[in-house]
């Protein structure tokens, strides 16, 4: 099989879409590009074939588990740098698919994803891999022809995000980022709450308050061997070249039962190579609730106050305790804290609404509750009555079914690009304010800062050659 990518034929329509790049077309436009399996009479029947790229915690705790449950996808393929966690995604689906009845899949298992993308017959991936690596592999899926599921934070710079949003516009392929608070079940908290502050219950919105854990740091580990299951110099992708070892990665070791180990915590969340740590990573949530409630999807603040604390150490050091003040349109005080409870309080001039997750957690973010507030709660329990809510806002208790349904339907998802990008930009800020500690101003119309060379540097990163997101994308233009 060739390794690289098949290239999406170009059509009429999808030549048509190429004109419309500005964002609002984006959001409200249904894409163009159709698999054409998926077109005819019986498209609503016809199963998504599906490849997961990544076969990690995330992936096999979260992303295999919601296409497997929503009962509309076969699985066609898995695909992981690290070969030992691709065989083990292969057999983590065949079980999810037992475990309902389904007949068992035919999977193949590849450890360079690009040949997963080169397949014809696969519509559709998952992509949960670390950070660093979602912008060029979510761009090389979207060329490829495929829809995307991918998972949050939608890229790890400011500037990725631009790229892969105007991707999508072009391509006019369906990705939803996985900000699965909007599809969040069985209580639909997240989305009551949203209803409840866009409804007037709070009053005049005047305050939010983000509350964030933060991780803990360790000595630096020296190099160890690279794994021959691992694939390393592709697995740091764009990053600079730096030696191994498990700490900075993820664990190596073997279960009881000889499958490896994709549960545990890996130490890439903490390297700001590879992550900006809890800022983007339980940010990339929460924020966009924030957004969401505040009605501000498509914009941004338009100053940034930060200060946190930063580790010394090279490979675990992603940031420690930090506050950031944001202000929005209509001087919208926006707070994150790690001294916050976790979850989001819309504050206004009648009282607050705090919502937060319930004892349920995504296998992407620590489990446990920082708070003794109920999960949907507020200063006077009248503001949570359902009964004359005005602003009703779409229904969804998965995040992946909505995914596939938009797959067939070609309809707009609840966590589309342009969307993730804003609320993803509002966490790379308040990492940049945290790090410069001095007071910043953003023009949101034209994405950069104001008047700051310094800080607009830091919206995009260097590029390791073959690698990179701003890489592949000047060489699709330059053959276009």
């Known amino acids: 099989m060739s390794k690289k990518p098949i290239e999406h034929p170009e059509s009429i329509s999808r030549r048509s879409f190429l004109q419309r790049t500005g964002t609002t077309a984006a959001v409200v436009a249904a894409p163009l590009v159709i698999p054409s399996r998926l077109l005819g009479k019986d498209a609503p029947s016809n199963r998504v074939r599906v490849g997961h790229i990544g076969a990690g915690r995330i992936a096999q705790g979260h992303d295999m588990v919601g296409v497997a449950g929503a009962d509309l ?88 995000g631009i790229i892969l949003r105007e991707a999508v516009a072009r391509t006019g392929r369906i990705l939803q980022v996985g900000s699965q608070q909007r599809s969040w079940g069985p209580n639909e908290q997240f989305r009551k709450a949203v209803e409840f502050v866009r409804s007037g219950r709070v009053g005049q919105l005047r305050r939010v ?37 498990e700490q900075r990665v993820h664990p190596q070791k073997t279960l009881p039962n000889g499958e490896p180990d994709v549960q545990s915590r890996p130490g890439w969340l903490r390297n700001e190579n590879y992550s900006l740590g809890m800022i983007t990573g339980w940010g990339a949530h929460h924020f966009d609730t924030a957004h969401w409630g505040m009605d501000m999807e498509l914009t941004g603040p338009s100053r940034i106050e930060g200060r946190g604390e930063f580790p010394s150490n090279k490979i675990w050091n992603v940031h420690g305790k ?58 006077d329990p009248r503001l949570l009555d359902p009964a004359g809510v005005k602003v009703q806002l779409p229904h969804s208790l998965s995040h992946h079914r909505n995914w596939l349904e938009c797959v067939q339907s070609r309809k707009t998802p609840l966590a589309p690009a342009p969307i993730a990008h804003r609320s993803n930009t509002a966490c790379i800020l308040s990492w940049i304010a945290m790090k410069l500690n001095r007071p910043l101003t953003w023009d949101a119309k034209a994405e950069r800062f104001v008047n700051d060379a310094e800080a607009n540097a830091m919206l995009s990163r260097p590029e390791r050659a073959p690698y990179g997101a701003t890489r592949l994308a000047q060489s699709k233009t330059a053959t276009r």
Do not use: C
């Open 209 to 245: 308050e983000i509350g964030l854990p933060i991780d803990p740091t360790a000595p630096d580990d020296p190099p160890q061997p690279v794994p021959p299951n691992l694939n390393y110099d592709m697995w740091l992708g764009p990053t600079p070249e730096v030696y191994y070892t």
């Open 73 to 160: 996808a076969d699985v066609l393929a898995v695909a992981d740098l690290d070969s030992r966690r691709a065989a083990s995604g292969k057999t983590r689906v065949e079980r999810l698919f037992a475990a309902r009845n389904a007949p068992k899949p035919t999977i193949a298992v590849y450890q360079d994803y690009k040949e997963l993308l080169a397949r014809s017959d696969i519509d559709a991936v998952t992509i949960s891999l670390p950070d660093h690596q979602h912008a060029e592999v979510a761009l090389r899926a979207l060329y490829a022809g495929k829809d995307v599921y991918l998972q949050k934070p939608f890229t790890m710079t400011h500037a990725e």
């Open 322 to 379: 930090y506050h950031v003040e944001l202000t929005y349109p209509g001087n919208v005080k926006l707070t994150v804290s790690d001294e916050f409870p976790n979850g989001i309080k819309f504050i206004g001039d009648d009282g607050w609404i705090f919502v937060s997750r319930d004892a349920s957690q995504t296998a992407s973010d620590p489990s446990g509750r920082a708070t003794s507030l109920k999960s949907l709660d507020a200063s």
